[in-house]
C-alpha cells in the first residue's frame, strides 16, 4: 500500500500546475435555477424556475446550514477532512488494494476531490467511470483547492453543489425539496438521510434507509430505523419545492428570462397581496353563482407604473389582465366623452329611455336596459351613472359607429380588430371583446383628463415622461372632466343602484360597472385622484354566472382594494379645466329635479325643455358629418345598407348628392358606394333644410 501511495505522490509531482478558481468567484458564479421577481421597493414576491436541467436555490452561507448536515456528511464521506491536504492517502491505499485482490469495488473520494470534479467538468467520469489520468488530475486539483481555500469554504461549496436525490442540487433545494424547510432547520435524522443520498441521487428508499440506518447508528443518533424510514417515505411522497399560491406568476414569466435573475417590478408587494386576497375571498363568496376566475389590476394614474397585477385567483394558468373578454357597459363613458366633446349632447340634456327597434343589415336591433324596464326620458347624467342602454344606443346614432370605434382605437383597445360595421349598435353596450389592462389604462386616460399613456411593468421614476413616453392629450378635458363627475355621482347612479353599494365610496372616486351578454364577465373599473383600479370576474371557460351584477360581483374587489389604496390618504375631485362652467339647470316638465350642472362653455341652458319630436327643429341624426363608412367585405354589396335617421323631418325627403330619394319620417335604407357623398333632408320646395357630409371606403377606394 506504502508503494501505491508513493506512485501517485511521483505522478503529481510531474503533473503541470492546475488553475484553481477562488472561493468567491465560484460563490458569484453560482446560478439558481430560479428567477426572482422583486416589488417596487427590492423585496422578494415570486420565483419562476428557468433552468430546467437541475433545481437549484440560491447558494447557502455555512453558517446558515443546520451543524448536523457537515457531521452526517464528514461521517458518510471523509471522516479524515480536517486532517488530510485534499487527499486521503491511507484511505486511496485501502481502496487501491481492495479494488485489485479482494474484488470489492470501494471508492476513497475526499470531500474536497469531489468538489474538484464539481467545479471541473473534464473531472466528471463518463459512463465507464474515470480515467487513470482523471483520477490524477482529480487528485492534483484536489491538492491545490485545500491549499488556495480554507476547509469551511470547502464545506460551503460542497453542500452547495453536490446533488442529493432526483434533479435536486445543492442543500437550499433538498432542504426545501425534501423537508419544506430552511436548511438552518435541518434535524439528525434529516441530515443522515441527506448525507447517505451523496452516494447514489438516484437510489430507491430501501438503499437510502439502510445506508441513514447505518450512518445514525454510527454518529449514535436517538432516531430509531423506524423513524429514519418513515421520515423517507414522507419526503419522497412531498411534491419537489411545493409552496403557496404564488402572488404574481403572470408578471414574473414576463419580467424573468434568466436563472439567477433579481428583476425589480413596479409592484407593491403589500397591495399585491392584499389584491389577491380579497379577490381569492369573493370568489369563494360568489362559489354558489358559478362564479370561479377573477382578475385585478391595480395603476399609478401620474407613472402608468402598474401596482399590482392578479392575472387569476390561483386556480388556473389563463392571464386574465391580458385575456379578452366582452366589455359590457364598461365602454359608455367614452361614447358619451365623445358626444358631449363634440357639443351633441350636455350633462343635463335628455335622453329617451324607450323601446327603440333599428333596422341593420343583419335584421332588426331592440336593445334593452340590465332590468329589462324603460325609464321614460332622462339626463345624459342619469343616463350614464345608471348606464342605461338605450339612451347610450342612442347617443352612438348620433356619433357615429366610426367615430366611437375610432375612439375607442385611440385609447388603446387594439382588440378592436374588426371594422365598425362589424360590431354594429352593440358596440355602445360593449359587445366587442377587450382586456382588463387596456380597458383599465383608458380609465386612468379619464383619470388624468383625457391625457394618454402606456403603462409599465419597469419602474419609471414617477412619471411616464422620463423615459419618452410623455402622455398625450386624446381626450377633451372639459369633456373628460364631466364624465369623471358624472361617474363619481352616488345620486346620478341611485336609479339603478341605490344609495348604498360598494361603489359608493367615503372619498372620491369614479367608477363603472359592466356585465357582458348571458352574464358571462362582470366589471368593476374606477378611479382616485393617483390609483386606477381594474376587477374582472367571470369564468375563464365563458360559462356564464348566475344572477351576478357589477356591485355583486366586480365591485366588492374594486371598493376593498381602493379602501386599501386609501387607507391613509384621501381622494380629491379633479380641478375644474379651464371651458367648464357650472349653471343651475331646470326641467320642464320637472322630469328630473333642478340641480347645478356642469357645462362646456357655449353649451349651457337654464332651462331643459321637452319638445315634441314634431316641434323640434329638423336634425340628421345619422350618418353624422364627416362619418366614414366601411363596406364589409364579408357581406355581399347587394344585401349591404346604410340606413338614414333623422329628427324632426315631417314633411321631409331626403337628397343624396343632389339626388331626391324617400320620406325622412321613416328610416331609408340606402345601398352605399364608395367615394365622397352629401345627404340633405329638403322640404316640398326642394330647398335644404339640413345637410351632412360623409364617406363611404371600400373597393378600390
Not at 465507464?128 to 486539483?141: L, M, N
Not at 347612479?493 to 372616486?509: D, Q
Not at 381622494?571 to 316638465?589: C, I, L
Not at 366614414?628 to 346604410?642: K, N, S
Amino acid at each position: 500500500m506504502k508503494l501505491i501511495a508513493a506512485t501517485i505522490v511521483l505522478a503529481l509531482a510531474s503533473a503541470a500546475a492546475h488553475a484553481v478558481p477562488k472561493f468567491d468567484e465560484v460563490r458569484a458564479a453560482y446560478r439558481s435555477s430560479d428567477a426572482d421577481l422583486l416589488d417596487r421597493h427590492g423585496e422578494p414576491i415570486q420565483s419562476l424556475r428557468i433552468d430546467m436541467a437541475v433545481r437549484r436555490l440560491p447558494w447557502v452561507a455555512l453558517g446558515d446550514i443546520s451543524p448536523a448536515l457537515p457531521a452526517a456528511v464528514l461521517q458518510a464521506e471523509d471522516q479524515r477532512f480536517y486532517e488530510h491536504n485534499g487527499v486521503d492517502w491511507s484511505a486511496a491505499a485501502k481502496a487501491a488494494w481492495d479494488n485489485l485482490f479482494r474484488n470489492r469495488p470501494r471508492g476513497a473520494s475526499t470531500i474536497t476531490m469531489q468538489l474538484a470534479a464539481l467545479l471541473d467538468p473534464a473531472l466528471q467520469p463518463v459512463a465507464r467511470g474515470r480515467s487513470w489520468s482523471q483520477k490524477w488530475d482529480q487528485v492534483k486539483a484536489a491538492r491545490e483547492l485545500d491549499a488556495e481555500w480554507t476547509k469551511q469554504q470547502i464545506m460551503e461549496a460542497y453542500l452547495n453543489m453536490v446533488s442529493y436525490r432526483g434533479e435536486l442540487q445543492g442543500v437550499g433545494a433538498a432542504a426545501r425539496g425534501m423537508f419544506g424547510k430552511a436548511p438552518s432547520g435541518l434535524d439528525l435524522s434529516e441530515s443522515v438521510i441527506l448525507a447517505s443520498l451523496l452516494r447514489g441521487p438516484s437510489a430507491g428508499q430501501k438503499v437510502v434507509w439502510q445506508r441513514a440506518c447505518a450512518l445514525a447508528h454510527e454518529l449514535q443518533l436517538p432516531s430509531t430505523c423506524s423513524e429514519i424510514q418513515l421520515r423517507i417515505i414522507v419526503a419522497w411522497n412531498r411534491p419537489q419545492l411545493a409552496s403557496g399560491l404564488p402572488p404574481a406568476p403572470q408578471v414574473a414569466r414576463q419580467l424573468l428570462t434568466r436563472s439567477g435573475q433579481a428583476v425589480r417590478s413596479t409592484l407593491d408587494a403589500g397591495l399585491q397581496r392584499q389584491a389577491q386576497t380579497v379577490l381569492r375571498q369573493q370568489l369563494a363568496a360568489l362559489n354558489g353563482r358559478n362564479v370561479n376566475d377573477g382578475a385585478v389590476i391595480v395603476l399609478d394614474n401620474a407613472s402608468g407604473e402598474i401596482l399590482a397585477y392578479v392575472g387569476n385567483a390561483g386556480g388556473a394558468d389563463v392571464d386574465g389582465v391580458a385575456a379578452l373578454r366582452q366589455a359590457g357597459s364598461t365602454l359608455k363613458p367614452f361614447l358619451y366623452e365623445l358626444a358631449l366633446e363634440r357639443k351633441q349632447i350636455t350633462a343635463a340634456s335628455l335622453m329617451d329611455d324607450s323601446a327603440i327597434d333599428i333596422a341593420t343589415p343583419s335584421g332588426m336591433y331592440a336593445p334593452q336596459n340590465y332590468d329589462k324596464g324603460y325609464k321614460g326620458f332622462v339626463s345624459v347624467r342619469t343616463s350614464l351613472a345608471s348606464s342605461l342602454n338605450v339612451p347610450a344606443v342612442r347617443t352612438l346614432m348620433m356619433t357615429g359607429m366610426e367615430r366611437f370605434h375610432e375612439r375607442l382605437r385611440e385609447v388603446g383597445i387594439s382588440s378592436l380588430t374588426q371594422p365598425a360595421e362589424y360590431y354594429g349598435y352593440s358596440l355602445a353596450l360593449g359587445s366587442a371583446e377587450v382586456s382588463l389592462l387596456e380597458l383599465t389604462n383608458a380609465y386612468r386616460a379619464l383619470a388624468n383628463g383625457g391625457m394618454y399613456g402606456p403603462v409599465t411593468l419597469a419602474p419609471r421614476g414617477g412619471s411616464d415622461a422620463s423615459v419618452g413616453t410623455a402622455p398625450r392629450r386624446l381626450l377633451d378635458a372639459r369633456a373628460a372632466f364631466i364624465v369623471s363627475d358624472i361617474l363619481a355621482d352616488r345620486a346620478a347612479r341611485s336609479l339603478t343602484f341605490g344609495l348604498k353599494n360598494e361603489l359608493a365610496t367615503t372619498f372620491w372616486a369614479a367608477v363603472k360597472t359592466g356585465t357582458s351578454k348571458d352574464m358571462r364577465d362582470n366589471w368593476c373599473i374606477g378611479y382616485s385622484d393617483k390609483y386606477t383600479v381594474g376587477v374582472w370576474v367571470g369564468n375563464f371557460n365563458g360559462e356564464p354566472m348566475w344572477d351576478v351584477s357589477g356591485v355583486t360581483g366586480a365591485a366588492p374587489v374594486w371598493r376593498d382594494v381602493m379602501d386599501y389604496l386609501h387607507r391613509s390618504q384621501s381622494s380629491r375631485a379633479p380641478k375644474t379645466p379651464a371651458g367648464v362652467v357650472r349653471r343651475q339647470v331646470a326641467y320642464q316638465p320637472e322630469l328630473e329635479p333642478a340641480r347645478s350642472e356642469w357645462f362646456i362653455a357655449g353649451t349651457e341652458s337654464p332651462v331643459i325643455a321637452l319638445v315634441r319630436d314634431e316641434r323640434r327643429a329638423p336634425k340628421i341624426l345619422y350618418p353624422g358629418d364627416a362619418t366614414i363608412l366601411a363596406l364589409d367585405p364579408d357581406i355581399p354589396d347587394a344585401t349591404q345598407r346604410v340606413f338614414f335617421l333623422a329628427q324632426g323631418g315631417q314633411g321631409l325627403r331626403w337628397q343624396l348628392d343632389g339626388e331626391a330619394l324617400g320620406q325622412a319620417s321613416t328610416d331609408y335604407a340606402w345601398r352605399p358606394t364608395p367615394g365622397q357623398h352629401q345627404l340633405a333632408l329638403i322640404d316640398a320646395d326642394a330647398k335644404t333644410i339640413a345637410a351632412t357630409r360623409f364617406q363611404v371606403r371600400g373597393g378600390n377606394h
